[in-house]
């Protein structure tokens, strides 16, 4: 690991800490009339300094976690705290406030403004916290320097790569040079050079007096990370054992909708009601299936949540596999019908 | 918040410069349909007028003295008291045939063979050097019963011929701006003229002209203003003047539209640049200053442009254009009201973007 670049050294800290603490972050919200869950009592502590890695896939709650810590998604329940302050208890002002002085963000996608060359796209956080402009674009200069882009300064996002694109984006995220900097899909769209590039300069950035939160998909973050967070629980099928019978009585419910699990169900006698919890009334029937039919199989082998919940609408006895005996049933009874 | 929505003006350049050139040209449209319609009503009022500023006395049930057309004796005009002269007019509707423009100069070209143009026209008899009679700015007045002054707007060169009913007349001076009923031209001939013309030389009046004060009227006449006779002549194209001013309403709403549309096209394309601003800490408020500061140049500009355009059309309008100088102050600030109106809803669309979308990718 290179040493750190004493140009992007953070501003000495006042707070003593800048740790990061989340307690039973929940949020919810409504898509197609269902609620999701993306993040259900979710908690986390970070040291200041650290780079901190939410990794997963898409739909797992990495950006909705990064929205929460950005103070620009209200939990539903569960608290933030970076250093003195808790982000969960700010108010509308509060959080503008909050996101002027204390977040940098480095967008999926760059999410540079495209009318702006990349020194006016670097100063604008500056700009819009009441910067004088001369100022602002004298700390933009700097930045763009550092990052590698002091020759680009007055072209726009239209006229560099998508490595010179997110080295912009990642010095207005330093442009007021904010405790916590967060980056969605940093390496998302680069090539390896580019990804190269950044993760180095991420990596720098993150030192006592900031963190780095950064969200992706891309596991070869992992060895540079202080610390790692698995969003989507990863159900091992070794955990599963072999298939067993599961007995219920009409009205027990076998699991439910936002539920983890490693079991895929095969019905052997009785009935089995599928339900979809809905946000605005009660839940909705989606199917009763009887024997012969199975359920429950996509979570386990997408790495997704239950989506519905499964209660015994008889009393019902099934046969739970896990995912690879499940898959190797299914082919087997293929080859017989074949 | 200044220097982006410059940035964005200069970014999006061919756009706005689209907008605000069909914005000034709707602009151009608004000032010069308004000022036909202007034109309309400053050319009866300039008219009558510059015939009699004073009293106009009319037979009793007569509309106006351009609008009926009711002889009656002209010996009238002796018992009428007033503290100045009494005079005669006879004013009739018809058609003057000429020759056309286009024959008489392929007649100077050795074409003998003659084309007619024929006009309607407002044949007014009046006194010689009397009241009733035209300003003449181009030649000299009538002064024998075969001379005949016309208004410019007839477009008849001074010592061409111009026939009215029987007779031919010369043309010997022409008046400019004397139309009634929409540009319709006036032409002045010697009273006697007119009787032969129209009440076959009976020594009738349609109206009597004095610039005194009535206090005594026979039986039978009643005494009116001149700005009461004005009014009374553009009643007649009442209907013209309103769907002038219906078209005028119009082409503001295509104006804004136009606005409207752009502002919004705009706040559509920036939804994310908005998204990001606001993640960034900026607020709602500025963001709206922004886009209501581009409705706001657009409309000026085009407003500006509009004036410009105007006048450089003016003269190709065949009718008289009476454009007020209030127009010019008025205009861009209707333009930057009406702007603002119709960006409301592309500010809508800039209030209503939740900075959580600036984390979403390119396709959300």
Known sequence: ????????????????????????????????????????????????????????PSGCGKTTLLSCLGGILTPMEGSIRIGDTTVTDLDARGWSRYRREQVGFV???????????????????????????????????????QVDMGERLRNRPGKLSG??????????GLAHDPPLLLADEPTANLDYIQAEAVIRLLRELARPGRLVVIATHDDRLVPIADR????????????????????????????????????????????????????????QRLAVIGPGDYFGELGPLLGFPRSATARAH????????????????????????? | MWLLTARDLQHRALRFGMAIFGT???????????????????????????????????????????????????????????????????????????????????????????????????????????????????????????????????????????WVGERDLEVVGTADGMTMFAGTPLLFVDLEVARDIAVEGRPAATALLTSGTVSSLPDGLVAIAATAVADDALRLIEDAVGTIDIINVLLWIVAASVIGAVVYLSALDRLRDFAVLKAIGASTRSLLVGLALQAT?????AAVLA??????????????????????IRLPLLAVGVGLLASLGGLRRAVGVDPAAAFSGPGG
């Open chain 1, 1 to 56: 690991m290179p040493d750190p670049t004493p140009d992007l050294a953070p501003a000495p800290s006042q707070s003593s800490a800048r740790d990061l603490t989340i307690r039973g972050l929940t949020v919810e919200y409504r898509s197609g009339g269902y609620p999701i869950r993306p993040l259900d009592g979710f908690e986390l502590d970070a040291e200041d300094g650290e780079m901190v890695l939410l990794l997963g």
């Open chain 1, 107 to 145: 967008f999926q996608a760059f999410n540079l403004i495209p009318s702006l060359t990349a020194l006016e796209n670097v100063a604008a956080p500056l700009l819009v916290a009441g910067t004088p402009r001369r100022a602002a674009m004298r700390r933009a200069r700097e930045l763009l320097e």
């Open chain 1, 163 to 172: 490595g010179q694109q997110q080295r912009v984006a990642i010095a207005r």
């Open chain 1, 228 to 283: 790692v967070v698995e969003l989507a629980q990863h159900v091992r099928d070794d955990d599963a054992g072999p298939p067993q019978t599961v007995r219920l009585a009409a009205g027990e419910v076998l699991f439910e909708q936002g539920s983890w699990g490693q079991l895929v169900y095969v019905i052997e006698a009785g009935e089995i009601e599928i339900l979809r919890e809905r946000s605005d009334g009660p839940a």
């Open chain 1, 314 to 338: 008889t009393d019902v006895e099934l046969t739970a596999y896990g995912a690879d005996d499940f898959k190797r049933t299914i082919r087997a009874e293929a080859g017989r019908v074949g």
């Open chain 2, 24 to 162: 000034a040209l709707l602009f151009a449209m608004v000032i010069l349909v308004g000022g036909v319609a202007a034109g309309f009503s400053s050319s009866a009022t300039g008219t009558v007028n510059a015939m009699n500023e004073g009293t106009w006395i009319l037979p009793e049930g007569a509309s106006g003295a351009f609008t009926s057309y009711a002889a009656f004796d002209a010996g009238l005009a002796d018992e009428v008291v007033a503290d100045d002269e009494v005079v005669p007019l006879l004013i009739m509707r018809g058609v003057a045939t000429s020759e056309a423009a286009e024959a008489v100069a392929s007649a100077d070209e050795g074409d003998l063979s003659s084309a007619e143009a024929t006009q309607d026209i407002v044949l007014v008899g009046h006194v010689a050097a009397g009241l009733g009679g035209p300003p003449v700015d181009v030649g000299r007045a009538a002064s024998g019963l075969d001379e005949v002054v016309a208004s410019s707007a007839a477009e008849l060169p001074i010592g061409s011929s111009v």
């Open chain 2, 297 to 301: 140049i657009v409309a000026v500009v």
């Open chain 2, 307 to 328: 004036i410009g355009l105007a006048e450089l059309l003016v003269p190709v309008f065949p009718l008289h254009v009476a454009i007020d100088p209030g127009t010019f």
